[in-house]
């Protein structure tokens, strides 16, 4: 399989550093281009055709936001993973209005970055714990996420399916992490993608749905 074609763009020098430096462990992914400026990401798009698009750029700025959506526009088949630092209900909105697939905040860790992006590249949700908690909580920012009732089939990750089967034998959310050698805010995270795409909102409801499914009989 080819490495799928990544472009990070943000304004962000110890961010851009820091993706890059992700990319490089991660051989799968290959890192096309890169740049601090906005102006600069319709051209590389276009150039491109990335798989995904990692970027930051103030969404309360017009100017930035409006070039984002016109780069965007320049490579639709390019998935956009948005890194925030706010988890304010009016950045967060403004956000959606970018219909990211994946949508975490700099305070996340390697792990959580690095299911981000893939999440991104399988055309596939996967939002940062807090953000989801701002998102599930306020009805009218309900933009750009599949709706737990729908007829369509939940696809769940190979470590969403992972953590489903560890909850199911009563690990900790600390348990699971020291298991799986990832944060508890990652798991925290896996946790509520899980719940949101599944349609439940506690353990209790993971649980049904790994018996229904027949998850548990995979481990």
């Known amino acids: 399989m ?22 490089e462990r991660t051989p799968a992914l290959d890192l096309v281009a890169e740049t601090h400026q906005s102006c600069d990401l319709g051209k590389l798009l276009t150039e491109h055709q990335p798989d995904v698009v990692v970027t930051g750029f103030s969404v309360q700025s017009v100017v930035e936001s409006n070039r984002l959506k016109a780069a965007l526009k320049k490579s639709p088949k390019t998935r956009l993973l948005y890194i925030g630092d706010s988890v304010q209900k009016a950045t967060v909105a403004d956000v959606m209005q970018l219909e990211p697939r994946s949508y ?32 599930t ?12 009732d729908s007829c369509q089939p939940v696809l769940l990750s190979e470590r969403e399916v992972e953590i489903i089967q560890l909850i199911a034998e009563e690990f900790s959310s600390k ?19 899980i719940m949101h795409k599944i349609g439940v909102c506690n353990t209790a409801g993971i649980l049904m749905y790994a018996v229904r499914n027949e998850i548990l009989s995979q481990a």
């Open 2 to 23: 080819e490495p799928k074609k990544i472009v990070i763009a943000d304004s962000r020098w110890l961010l851009l550093t820091g993706l890059k430096s992700v990319l």
């Open 104 to 135: 975490i905040l700099t305070v996340c860790d390697e792990q959580e970055i690095v299911d981000a992006i893939w999440a991104a590249v399988e055309d596939k949700a996967f939002f940062c714990g807090k953000i989801l908690d701002v998102l």
């Open 175 to 193: 348990q699971i992490a020291e298991q799986l050698f990832i944060s508890s805010h990652t798991v925290n995270t896996h946790r509520k993608n």
């Open 137 to 148: 909580g306020t009805e009218n920012l309900q933009i750009g996420l599949e709706l737990a």
